[in-house]
């Protein structure tokens, strides 16, 4: 039988992305010091992740760990990147225009993280009135050895602009953290893998990351929350961010709306 993968085409995904076929979904991320002894379903979001998601007509909902590496292959991953980093900016900045007080989290493949690409932001978040330091570009950290000297200017330029740069999926690339320590960074994901664990281990990586998030002013989220069990271990971890199932998987934009008016965010 013929893998998922293997039955698609570039040219699959990107005729869906000239032609709208690609939707936006949206998970929220919580601040973990204000969700209370409450039900934390019932706090507030504090920002927005903005993922991809492609439904084909054959053969449904494509997950993205399928059509991110067409894209790759079929050379056109700046292109969606941008369409989904235009397309959610203007949305949040609706959002914020109605009195959401609401941060947007965008990720963007490190291949085409260049100045030219760094620029297209700024001036993407200019041109929707989305005040720079409510957007947070995300790189993903792995592989390790795509955090180069080579992007280091491109990443700066964000950091100047008040744009906060943040490294994705931290804990399973193999990045030393004093590599991290380098960059112009203001946040970093912990890696649902990683935030999920329960051992020493797991403590002492997650404490070294928070004392050089204390150090450098980093924002800290614990990606995978998934149980109060994972939210508890990762308010004590001093974690200031929480995003995961526990609070629901990402959604239309239209019914992140009604999950806003029910939380008064």
Not at 16 to 24: A, F, P, V
Not at 147 to 158: H, K, P
């Amino acid at each position: 039988m013929m893998s998922l993968s293997s039955a698609l085409h570039p040219d699959d995904l990107r005729r869906s992305l000239r032609t709208g076929g690609l939707d936006i979904a949206y998970q929220g991320q919580w601040d973990l010091a204000s969700t209370g002894d409450d039900d934390p379903r019932n706090a507030r979001p504090v920002a927005v992740e903005a993922l991809a998601r492609w439904s084909h007509p054959e053969f449904g909902e494509v997950p993205p760990d399928v059509f991110i590496p067409l894209a790759e292959e079929g050379g056109f991953l700046e292109t969606l990147d941008t369409d989904v980093l235009q397309r959610a900016v203007r949305q949040v900045a609706t959002w914020r225009a109605a009195g959401h007080d609401l941060a947007l989290s965008v990720n963007a493949a490190p291949t085409h993280m260049s100045v030219a690409y760094a620029d297209a932001v700024i001036r993407c978040a200019e041109g929707a009135g989305l005040e720079p330091p409510a957007l947070t570009i995300e790189i993903v950290e792995t592989p390790s050895p795509q955090f180069s000297s080579a992007m280091g200017e491109a990443l700066s330029r964000l950091d100047r602009a008040g744009i906060t740069v943040s490294v994705d999926d931290f804990g399973v690339g193999g990045t030393a953290l004093h590599t991290l320590e380098g960059l112009p960074i203001r946040e970093v994901k912990l890696d649902r893998s990683l935030v999920q664990r329960v051992d020493v281990q797991a403590d002492r990586i997650i404490g070294q990351v928070i004392d050089a998030a204390d150090r450098h002013g980093w924002r800290v989220v614990a990606e995978g929350i998934e149980t109060v069990d994972d939210l508890n271990r990762s308010t004590r971890r001093r974690c200031h961010r929480g995003q995961g199932f526990l609070w629901g998987r990402a959604i239309p934009a239209a019914d992140f709306e009604q999950l806003l008016a029910r939380s008064g965010a």
